[in-house]
């Protein structure tokens, strides 16, 4: 993933970030801009998305539904920016419709 291009003219509010980083971690400018591209695409993933990615993957491990939901849940609320709480019912309703 790329970190967006910005319109001609528009501030770009990703330089002061990639140069932090190249100043402070030893990443060159490049990989800067990798890793800032994956920090945004992480966190422009929709709601549902993330519901049933981490479903999947935490029944995979072996999870049962009721301790899968109440960890969801609790991960969503500690987002960024964080979605309204979804009860166990309405993250059900997202992963089996």
């Known amino acids: 993933m790329t970190v ?3 319109a001609v003219g528009a501030p770009d509010p990703v330089t002061p970030l990639l140069q932090h980083l190249v100043a402070t971690t030893g990443l060159d400018e490049a990989e800067a801009r990798r890793v ?7 966190h422009r993933e929709g709601v ?3 519901v049933r990615r981490r ?8 999870l049962r539904n009721p301790e899968i ?5 609790a991960e969503l609320a500690e987002r960024v920016v964080a979605p309204p ?3 166990e019912r309405q993250l ?5 419709g």
């Not at 800032?36 to 992480?42: I, K, L």
């Not at 479903?55 to 072996?62: D, F, S, T």
């Not at 939901?69 to 849940?73: G, I, L, N, Q, S």
């Open 4 to 6: 967006p291009r910005r």
């Open 36 to 42: 800032v591209g994956d920090v945004v695409a992480f």
């Open 48 to 50: 549902d998305d993330y």
């Open 55 to 62: 479903h999947a993957a935490l029944q995979a491990r072996g």
């Open 69 to 73: 939901f109440t960890r969801v849940a």
């Open 85 to 87: 709480t979804l009860s």
């Open 92 to 96: 059900r309703r997202i992963v089996y």
